[in-house]
Nanobody, 115 residues
Framework: QVQLVESGGGLVQAGGSLRLSCAAS????????MGWYRQAPGKQRELVAA???????NYADSVKGRFTISRDNAKKTVYLQMNSLKPEDTAVYYC?????????WGQGTQVTVSS
């Protein structure tokens, strides 16, 4: 069982930066793949960035070059550094931990980017 708590969301102007954190508790963090997803009003939840237990990363095309995902296994925390934010990045951002066959979600944190 893994519990996830996101933090770091907020209101920022276009072009600004935010860093999201996702703190995990429970066992198995270091062997879990971690991901950040987002869901904007009226839209489906989408993958933003993911990182494997070995540190390999992948990103949605819309955030490549602007967002960076990282993890600190000692702290059981995964981060999402978001730079050059755009109004279309506005969404609730969710942290996910996946360790087959289980998938765990945090409660989400709101990110609002004003133009």
């Amino acid at each position: 069982q893994v519990q996830l708590v996101e933090s770091g969301g907020g209101l920022v102007q276009a072009g600004g930066s935010l860093r999201l954190s996702c703190a995990a508790s429970g066992s198995g963090f270091s062997i879990s793949a971690m991901g950040w997803y987002r869901q904007a009003p009226g839209k489906q939840r989408e993958l933003v960035a993911a990182i494997t237990s070995g540190g390999s990363t992948n990103y949605a095309d819309s955030v490549k070059g602007r967002f960076t995902i990282s993890r600190d296994n000692a702290k059981k925390t995964v981060y999402l550094q978001m730079n050059s934010l755009k109004p279309e990045d506005t969404a609730v951002y969710y942290c996910n931990a996946a360790r087959w066959p289980y998938s765990y979600w945090g409660q989400g944190t709101q990110v609002t980017v004003s133009s």
